[in-house]
């Protein structure tokens, strides 16, 4: 008999994530020599969800696993805000390194003893920058400009520091606000700005690399307790090949993605190091402030392993 493990995504055909997800379910069919399969839900918006459905869906049953932005468990996992440091990991290479680490055991556990979920890996979700319809240079070019970013109190609060005023909406509703103007700017990787047309309307993007988000990839922890021993290490292994994959096809879409923009006419602005650092001093005091919620533990855990990158 064979396990259906039913998987859900809310981004398009060309997503990064969906084409992890689509490793995932070759992995999974290789891993378990055909004893699972994984039914993947590529896009619950098409059917009228709001992404942070996958959520409440995968806690509840109606899906096995999911992959989601940490952001919007950090309130439930306050740990999982040690991510959203801006402009304190200067790159892919050493963000991987934290996830692999004792640091991304130690989430995992901290997931675990909050939630109904199982963190099984960590998907990148791509260096994030800001997409605006005017040019933003300096810090002084934020003011006053509405920006639609995240969910996350943290995320907010640093971008009022910057000088924008900050609004949290749903992916699923985020290419109607840019092109009707609801909002000014928005921060996201440049392979959501592309394949969401958001560069339709915002015709400038700075490359600020705030943060590099991560994708969890969940699954009910009812459901994989559930799972006969084989199949649980045959879904772990085949979310660890997923994961390398998913990594790769990251990075390999931001050069793909920046080249179509180009293309397209979209201004691209490169901040050197003395840029990037005048917006990342402005925003210095708010992310100390996020820095202080953590226990002292956590926070030596996170400068320790990052400089041994």
């Given at each position: 008999m064979t396990i259906t493990v039913r998987f859900g995504g809310y981004q398009?055909?060309?997503?990064?994530?969906?084409?992890?997800?689509?490793?995932l379910a070759q992995?999974?069919?290789?891993?378990?020599?055909?004893?699972?399969?994984?039914?993947f839900d590529e896009n619950i918006v098409e059917r009228g969800h709001k992404a942070a459905d996958l959520l409440s869906m995968t806690e509840n049953g109606d899906l096995d696993g999911c992959y989601f932005s940490s952001s919007y468990l950090a309130k439930r996992v306050p740990e999982l805000g040690v991510f959203d440091q801006h402009f304190v990991v200067p790159?892919?290479?050493?963000?991987?390194?934290?996830?692999?680490?004792?640091?991304?055991?130690?989430?995992?556990?901290?997931?675990?003893?909050?939630?109904?979920?199982?963190?099984?890996?960590?998907?990148?979700?791509?260096?994030?920058?800001i997409s605006s319809r005017s040019p933003i240079r300096a810090p002084d070019d934020c003011t006053g400009r509405r920006l639609r970013t995240l969910a996350n109190e943290d995320h907010q609060r640093v971008f009022r520091s910057l000088g924008f005023d900050p609004r949290a909406i749903d992916v699923r509703d985020l290419p109607a606000a840019v092109a009707d103007g609801r909002v000014d700017a928005q921060e996201n990787p440049l392979t959501n700005i592309y394949n969401f047309d958001l560069h339709k309307?915002?015709?400038?993007?700075?490359?600020?690399?705030?943060?590099?988000?991560?994708?969890?990839?969940?699954f009910r922890t009812k459901t994989v307790e559930s799972w006969p021993v084989e199949i649980r290490e045959s879904v772990k292994a085949a979310v660890a090949e997923a994961t390398f994959a998913q990594r790769g096809f990251a990075e390999e879409d931001d050069d793909i993605c920046r080249r179509a923009l180009e293309e397209d006419?979209?201004?691209?602005?490169?901040?050197?190091?003395?840029?990037?650092?005048?917006?990342?001093?402005?925003?210095?005091?708010?992310?100390?402030?996020?820095?202080?919620?953590?226990?002292?533990?956590?926070?030596?855990l996170f400068d320790r392993e990052l400089e041994a990158v």
């Open positions: 398009g055909d060309k997503s990064v994530h969906t084409r992890g997800g689509r490793a992995a999974l069919a290789r891993a378990s020599n055909g004893a699972a399969s994984l039914e790159d892919r290479r050493r963000a991987y390194a934290l996830l692999d680490g004792e640091l991304g055991e130690r989430l995992k556990r901290e997931v675990s003893a909050a939630t109904g979920y199982t963190v099984l890996g960590y998907w990148d979700n791509g260096l994030r920058h309307t915002h015709r400038s993007i700075t490359l600020t690399r705030h943060l590099l988000g991560v994708a969890l990839v969940l006419g979209v201004e691209i602005i490169d901040l050197n190091e003395t840029e990037r650092a005048r917006f990342a001093s402005r925003c210095r005091n708010e992310v100390e402030l996020t820095r202080k919620a953590f226990d002292e533990e956590l926070i030596s």
